[in-house]
Structures are given as C-alpha cells and as structure tokens.
C-alpha cells in the first residue's frame, strides 16, 4: 500500500476521497489546511519525517494556508518529491490561462473541478496522471 497524499479543507470531502483511496489500495496522508501540508514538507525536507512517502498528490486549491498550488510548487523543490503527480481540485471556475499557469509555474499535473467526478471517473483520472507522469 503507498500512500497517497491529500490536502482538503472540507471534512466531507476529505473523507470521501480517504475512503475512495483507501478502496483503490493506499494508504493516505492527509491534511486539512496548507499549513500542515508545509509542515510535513518541512519533515521531508530536513530527513525527520521516517515513513513512507507519498507517490501522488490531490489537493485542493482555496484552503486556509498556503493553497493547493503553493503546495505544489513546494513540492517540485523537493528532491525526494520533486516528480510525484499532482492533481489540484477547485470548486471555482478557473480561465485557461489560470490552469496553464498552475501546470507551468508550480508543476500542477491535472485540475479537476468540484462536484467530483464519480468513483470510476475520478480512478480514471488519476490513474491517467499517474501514468503520463510515469511515462514523462
């Protein structure tokens, strides 16, 4: 089982996708705000954090802290992280300039928007990433 990392300010939604992951096989490290995600970075960072590390990333994008894709930007400076697939979600509409922004300055993979895609879809997706990332 490797873990999953999730950052979600919504309970519900956490834990929906918590199960969903956990369903598919992995194991999940989860967050509900930017701060504790940077926190855990920091434990990556600096070899204190021992467990296993996560081999992708959905997190949302508007959260108390640093956003989803200051996350991710982070994420991309970190040797040991630097190249898991990343998937930002968001309820708010963003132009394609904004996502192309996500994906070129801070190493976004994929968005997705809320309401998420059901069960199959949303494996479907995830999976895609993963695999053209792998592939890259």
């Known amino acids: 089982m490797t873990p999953w990392m999730l950052v979600e300010d919504e309970v519900d939604i956490r834990n929906i996708v918590k199960v969903m992951f956990q369903v598919w096989g992995h194991t999940t490290i989860e967050f509900s705000n930017g701060n504790d995600a940077f926190a855990f970075l920091d434990k990556v960072e600096?070899?204190?954090?021992?467990g296993q590390l996560p081999t992708f990333a959905l997190?949302?994008?508007r959260m108390p802290g640093p956003n989803g894709n200051e996350i991710a930007?982070?994420?991309r400076?970190?040797?040991?992280?630097?190249?898991?697939?990343?998937?930002?979600?968001?309820?708010?509409?963003?132009?394609e300039s904004e996502q192309n922004a996500?994906?070129?300055?801070?190493?976004v993979d994929r968005i997705i928007f809320k309401p998420l895609p059901d069960l199959v879809k949303l494996q479907?997706?995830?999976n895609e990433v993963i695999e053209s990332k792998q592939s890259a």
């Open 46 to 50: 600096n070899g204190s954090f021992d």
């Open 59 to 61: 997190m949302d994008i």
């Open 73 to 75: 930007h982070r994420i």
């Open 77 to 95: 400076k970190i040797e040991k992280l630097k190249n898991i697939p990343i998937i930002l979600m968001t309820a708010f509409q963003l132009s």
């Open 102 to 107: 996500f994906k070129t300055n801070d190493g």
């Open 124 to 126: 479907q997706i995830i």
